[in-house]
């Protein structure tokens, strides 16, 4: 049996380490659009961030815009109820697979490569 509510408090952990990482290696680029762009994630909601990052920045975030997206998505499912469940199959996947990674979306039937 999956607790959904630690899994939330580790999700909502990780997201916002995520968050203060992506201002944090933006306010130490060269490029003045990303000084820019922190100013601008400072007026909005952090859950707005994701959208705003997504059309500004390169690829060399793209590490970390993957790893909102996946925070973010968890939460969501915890929020309505799916956490734990494959987005494919809808089968329960094995808690041993979210204690590794909180943010998994498939049963190891569906995504065998992890």
């Known amino acids: 049996?999956?607790?959904a509510q630690h899994h939330l408090q580790l999700l909502n952990t990780e997201l916002l380490q995520a968050r203060e990482t992506l201002l944090l290696r933006l306010s130490e680029s060269n490029n003045l659009i990303h000084h820019a762009l922190v100013a601008t994630l400072h007026e909005h909601n952090p859950e707005q961030w994701l959208e705003l990052v997504q059309k500004q920045l390169g690829t060399e975030?793209?590490?970390?815009i993957l790893r909102l997206e996946q925070l973010e998505a968890a939460i969501?499912?915890?929020d309505i109820g799916q956490y734990g469940y494959c987005c494919d199959c809808e089968e329960?996947?094995?808690?041993?697979?979210?204690?590794?990674?909180?943010?998994?979306?498939?049963?190891?039937?569906?995504?065998?490569?992890?």
């Open 61 to 64: 975030y793209q590490d970390i």
């Open 1 to 3: 049996m999956i607790d």
């Open 76 to 78: 969501c499912q915890i």
């Open 92 to 114: 329960e996947i094995d808690p041993q697979r979210l204690i590794v990674d909180p943010t998994i979306q498939r049963c190891s039937n569906c995504e065998p490569n992890l």
